[in-house]
């Protein structure tokens, strides 16, 4: 089981930028896909952006394409969600997941593949 662990969340205003980072431990997961969803209130989670340990392919939701970017440092074994020209719209809480396989663009969104979830973040952007 991998543990995961969301940190930078906070309050910012509208065209602002953010850091979260998903912290993992537990066990070996150079081949996993790692993702990040999110969840406003009253509605469904959603897929953010996916990635991969061992490629540097990424994939985005294309409400946030252009202006999040997903990089990961595997020495520190952690993921980085940097998060420009926030909007009011991109309020929530986000969550960072891990799968056992690696994404492509065909999984990459799918929230049912990815078994180990952290308890997530909350991000609010003021207008």
């Known amino acids: 089981q991998v543990q995961l662990v969301e940190s930078g969340g906070g309050l910012v205003q509208a065209g602002g930028s953010l850091r979260l980072s998903c912290a993992a431990s537990?066990?070996?997961?150079?081949?996993?896909?790692m993702g990040w969803f999110r969840q406003a209130p009253g509605k469904e989670r959603e897929f953010v952006a996916a990635i991969n340990w061992s490629s540097d392919n990424t994939y985005y939701a294309d409400s946030v394409k252009g202006r999040f970017t997903l990089s990961r440092d595997n020495a520190k074994n952690t993921v980085y969600l940097k998060m420009n020209s926030l909007k009011p719209e991109d309020t929530a809480v986000y969550y960072c997941?891990?799968?056992?396989?690696?994404?492509?663009?065909?999984?990459?969104?799918?929230?049912?593949?990815?078994?180990?979830w952290g308890r997530g973040t909350q991000v609010t952007v003021s207008s």
């Open positions: 537990g066990r070996a997961f150079s081949g996993y896909g």
């Open positions: 997941a891990s799968r056992s396989a690696p994404n492509n663009a065909a999984t990459a969104a799918l929230a049912q593949l990815y078994n180990s």
